[in-house]
Protein backbone atom coordinates (compact mmCIF):
# COMPACT_ATOMS: atom_id res chain seq x y z
CA UNK A 1 0.00 0.00 0.00
CA UNK A 2 1.14 3.41 -1.14
CA UNK A 3 1.26 5.29 2.09
CA UNK A 4 3.22 7.57 4.53
CA UNK A 5 2.93 7.16 8.04
CA UNK A 6 4.25 10.24 10.16
CA UNK A 7 5.67 9.74 14.22
CA UNK A 8 7.42 11.32 16.64
CA UNK A 9 4.44 14.39 17.75
CA UNK A 10 3.40 15.03 21.51
CA UNK A 11 3.91 17.96 23.69
CA UNK A 12 6.81 19.95 24.67
CA UNK A 13 7.82 22.99 26.53
CA UNK A 14 8.77 26.30 25.11
CA UNK A 15 12.41 26.36 23.56
CA UNK A 16 12.20 22.55 23.51
CA UNK A 17 13.03 20.78 20.72
CA UNK A 18 11.01 17.55 19.04
CA UNK A 19 12.34 15.37 15.44
CA UNK A 20 9.22 13.98 13.89
CA UNK A 21 9.40 11.55 11.44
CA UNK A 22 7.80 10.18 8.07
CA UNK A 23 7.95 6.25 7.32
CA UNK A 24 7.01 5.82 3.18
CA UNK A 25 6.25 2.53 1.79
CA UNK A 26 4.51 1.38 -1.35
CA UNK A 27 6.68 3.33 -3.97
CA UNK A 28 10.06 4.90 -4.79
CA UNK A 29 10.63 7.47 -2.13
CA UNK A 30 13.99 7.93 -3.48
CA UNK A 31 12.55 9.60 -6.30
CA UNK A 32 10.66 12.15 -4.81
CA UNK A 33 10.47 15.63 -3.55
CA UNK A 34 9.17 15.65 0.02
CA UNK A 35 7.50 18.54 2.07
CA UNK A 36 6.44 19.08 5.35
CA UNK A 37 3.41 20.86 5.63
CA UNK A 38 1.22 21.98 8.90
CA UNK A 39 -2.18 22.89 10.47
CA UNK A 40 -2.32 24.94 13.67
CA UNK A 41 -5.68 23.92 15.04
CA UNK A 42 -8.65 25.60 13.30
CA UNK A 43 -6.32 27.08 10.84
CA UNK A 44 -5.33 26.51 7.52
CA UNK A 45 -1.97 24.91 5.92
CA UNK A 46 0.99 26.42 6.19
CA UNK A 47 4.17 24.84 4.11
CA UNK A 48 6.71 24.30 6.53
CA UNK A 49 9.92 22.82 4.56
CA UNK A 50 10.98 20.42 1.35
CA UNK A 51 13.58 18.38 0.38
CA UNK A 52 14.66 17.45 -3.49
CA UNK A 53 14.99 13.67 -4.12
CA UNK A 54 18.71 13.56 -3.08
CA UNK A 55 18.56 14.90 0.22
CA UNK A 56 20.94 17.92 -0.91
CA UNK A 57 18.39 20.73 -1.90
CA UNK A 58 16.36 22.14 0.96
CA UNK A 59 14.21 25.10 1.86
CA UNK A 60 12.57 26.43 4.59
CA UNK A 61 9.92 28.47 5.03
CA UNK A 62 10.55 32.55 6.84
CA UNK A 63 8.88 31.54 9.90
CA UNK A 64 10.77 28.09 10.75
CA UNK A 65 14.48 28.93 8.67
CA UNK A 66 17.23 28.60 11.59
CA UNK A 67 15.15 26.66 14.14
CA UNK A 68 13.96 23.73 11.76
CA UNK A 69 16.15 21.53 9.67
CA UNK A 70 14.08 19.20 6.97
CA UNK A 71 16.63 15.78 5.63
CA UNK A 72 16.12 12.57 4.81
CA UNK A 73 17.46 9.00 4.26
CA UNK A 74 16.55 7.15 1.24
CA UNK A 75 17.77 4.03 2.32
CA UNK A 76 15.66 3.92 4.90
CA UNK A 77 12.75 5.58 3.36
CA UNK A 78 11.79 8.00 5.80
CA UNK A 79 11.73 11.70 6.00
CA UNK A 80 12.65 13.95 9.35
CA UNK A 81 12.71 17.56 10.17
CA UNK A 82 14.38 18.34 13.43
CA UNK A 83 12.15 21.22 15.28
CA UNK A 84 14.18 23.43 18.01
CA UNK A 85 13.48 26.54 19.66
CA UNK A 86 9.88 25.53 19.57
CA UNK A 87 7.54 28.19 19.85
CA UNK A 88 3.45 28.08 21.10
CA UNK A 89 3.25 29.49 17.65
CA UNK A 90 4.80 26.08 16.55
CA UNK A 91 1.58 24.10 17.66
CA UNK A 92 -0.36 22.33 15.24
CA UNK A 93 -0.49 19.36 13.09
CA UNK A 94 2.60 18.37 10.67
CA UNK A 95 1.72 16.62 7.93
CA UNK A 96 4.31 14.60 5.92
CA UNK A 97 3.25 15.36 1.80
CA UNK A 98 4.80 13.62 -1.23
CA UNK A 99 5.25 15.99 -4.71
CA UNK A 100 4.26 14.32 -7.78
CA UNK A 101 3.58 17.34 -10.33
CA UNK A 102 1.64 18.45 -6.86
CA UNK A 103 0.73 17.15 -3.34
CA UNK A 104 -0.62 13.75 -4.54
CA UNK A 105 -0.33 11.80 -0.91
CA UNK A 106 -0.33 12.75 2.13
CA UNK A 107 0.16 11.49 5.95
CA UNK A 108 -2.29 11.34 8.46
CA UNK A 109 -0.65 14.02 10.69
CA UNK A 110 1.49 13.81 14.13
CA UNK A 111 0.55 16.56 16.68
CA UNK A 112 2.82 19.03 18.20
CA UNK A 113 1.97 21.07 20.86
CA UNK A 114 4.74 23.34 22.87
CA UNK A 115 2.98 24.41 25.88
CA UNK A 116 4.52 24.55 29.56
CA UNK B 1 4.89 34.93 3.36
CA UNK B 2 2.52 36.57 1.52
CA UNK B 3 -0.35 34.10 0.42
CA UNK B 4 -3.06 33.41 -1.75
CA UNK B 5 -6.16 35.14 -1.47
CA UNK B 6 -9.47 32.75 -0.95
CA UNK B 7 -12.66 33.96 0.01
CA UNK B 8 -13.22 32.74 3.40
CA UNK B 9 -16.81 30.71 2.60
CA UNK B 10 -19.46 30.00 0.20
CA UNK B 11 -22.69 28.68 0.22
CA UNK B 12 -24.30 26.71 -2.42
CA UNK B 13 -27.37 24.54 -3.09
CA UNK B 14 -27.89 21.15 -3.69
CA UNK B 15 -27.21 20.13 -7.21
CA UNK B 16 -26.08 23.60 -8.04
CA UNK B 17 -22.82 25.46 -9.01
CA UNK B 18 -19.92 26.61 -6.75
CA UNK B 19 -17.02 28.70 -8.01
CA UNK B 20 -14.32 29.07 -5.83
CA UNK B 21 -11.53 31.76 -6.49
CA UNK B 22 -8.11 31.78 -5.20
CA UNK B 23 -5.89 35.03 -6.43
CA UNK B 24 -2.31 35.26 -6.19
CA UNK B 25 0.38 37.04 -8.37
CA UNK B 26 2.39 36.57 -11.26
CA UNK B 27 4.80 34.88 -9.20
CA UNK B 28 3.27 32.44 -8.18
CA UNK B 29 -0.55 31.35 -9.92
CA UNK B 30 0.25 34.03 -12.31
CA UNK B 31 3.29 31.74 -13.47
CA UNK B 32 2.91 28.14 -12.88
CA UNK B 33 -1.00 28.05 -12.28
CA UNK B 34 -2.22 26.47 -8.69
CA UNK B 35 -3.04 23.26 -6.79
CA UNK B 36 -6.45 22.65 -5.08
CA UNK B 37 -6.69 20.43 -2.31
CA UNK B 38 -10.17 19.19 -0.07
CA UNK B 39 -10.43 18.78 3.36
CA UNK B 40 -13.18 16.97 5.09
CA UNK B 41 -13.15 17.73 9.27
CA UNK B 42 -10.65 15.22 10.78
CA UNK B 43 -9.04 14.12 7.40
CA UNK B 44 -5.37 14.85 5.81
CA UNK B 45 -5.85 16.99 2.10
CA UNK B 46 -6.51 15.37 -0.61
CA UNK B 47 -5.64 16.64 -4.05
CA UNK B 48 -8.25 17.90 -6.90
CA UNK B 49 -6.16 19.72 -9.21
CA UNK B 50 -3.06 20.65 -10.03
CA UNK B 51 -1.22 23.26 -12.64
CA UNK B 52 -4.66 24.76 -12.73
CA UNK B 53 -6.77 21.61 -14.42
CA UNK B 54 -4.70 18.76 -14.60
CA UNK B 55 -6.79 16.10 -12.30
CA UNK B 56 -5.43 12.71 -10.40
CA UNK B 57 -7.12 9.29 -11.48
CA UNK B 58 -10.23 9.26 -9.13
CA UNK B 59 -11.26 12.43 -9.20
CA UNK B 60 -14.44 13.61 -10.12
CA UNK B 61 -15.24 14.89 -13.63
CA UNK B 62 -18.11 17.23 -11.45
CA UNK B 63 -14.51 18.92 -10.64
CA UNK B 64 -12.43 21.29 -13.16
CA UNK B 65 -10.24 24.45 -12.51
CA UNK B 66 -9.33 27.10 -14.80
CA UNK B 67 -6.88 30.21 -14.74
CA UNK B 68 -7.61 33.93 -15.94
CA UNK B 69 -4.36 35.93 -15.09
CA UNK B 70 -3.59 35.63 -11.78
CA UNK B 71 -6.54 34.31 -10.30
CA UNK B 72 -7.33 30.20 -10.60
CA UNK B 73 -10.68 29.06 -9.89
CA UNK B 74 -12.72 26.00 -9.06
CA UNK B 75 -16.12 25.02 -10.01
CA UNK B 76 -17.90 22.15 -9.05
CA UNK B 77 -21.21 20.98 -10.65
CA UNK B 78 -24.04 19.36 -9.62
CA UNK B 79 -23.20 19.65 -5.83
CA UNK B 80 -22.84 16.86 -3.17
CA UNK B 81 -23.68 16.53 0.20
CA UNK B 82 -19.89 15.09 0.40
CA UNK B 83 -18.70 18.21 -1.25
CA UNK B 84 -18.94 19.97 1.99
CA UNK B 85 -15.84 20.27 2.87
CA UNK B 86 -12.79 23.15 2.97
CA UNK B 87 -10.81 23.70 0.05
CA UNK B 88 -7.24 25.25 -0.31
CA UNK B 89 -5.35 26.13 -2.73
CA UNK B 90 -1.61 26.56 -3.84
CA UNK B 91 1.22 27.39 -5.59
CA UNK B 92 5.27 28.00 -5.79
CA UNK B 93 6.25 31.35 -5.67
CA UNK B 94 9.26 31.53 -8.04
CA UNK B 95 9.88 34.66 -6.02
CA UNK B 96 9.92 33.56 -2.09
CA UNK B 97 11.19 30.58 -3.44
CA UNK B 98 8.39 28.78 -1.02
CA UNK B 99 5.58 27.52 -1.85
CA UNK B 100 2.31 29.58 -0.29
CA UNK B 101 -1.55 28.48 0.40
CA UNK B 102 -4.72 30.64 0.14
CA UNK B 103 -6.33 30.60 3.78
CA UNK B 104 -8.87 28.39 2.39
CA UNK B 105 -12.68 28.46 1.37
CA UNK B 106 -15.30 26.51 3.50
CA UNK B 107 -18.07 25.20 1.21
CA UNK B 108 -21.57 24.87 2.90
CA UNK B 109 -24.24 22.69 0.56
CA UNK B 110 -27.22 23.87 1.49
Known amino acids: EVQLVESGGGLVQPGGSLRLSCAASGFSFSNYWMHWVRQAPGKGLMWVAHIHSDGVTTSHADSVRGRFTISRDNAKNTLYVQMNSLRAEDTAVYYC?????????WGQGTLVTVSS | QAGLTQPPSVSKGLRQTATLTCTGN????????ATWLQQHQGHPPRLLSYRNNNRPSGISERLSASRSGSTSSLTITGLQPEDEADYYCSAWDSSLTAWVFGGGTKLTVL
Open chain 2, 26 to 33: SNNVGNQG
Open chain 1, 97 to 105: VREEESFDL
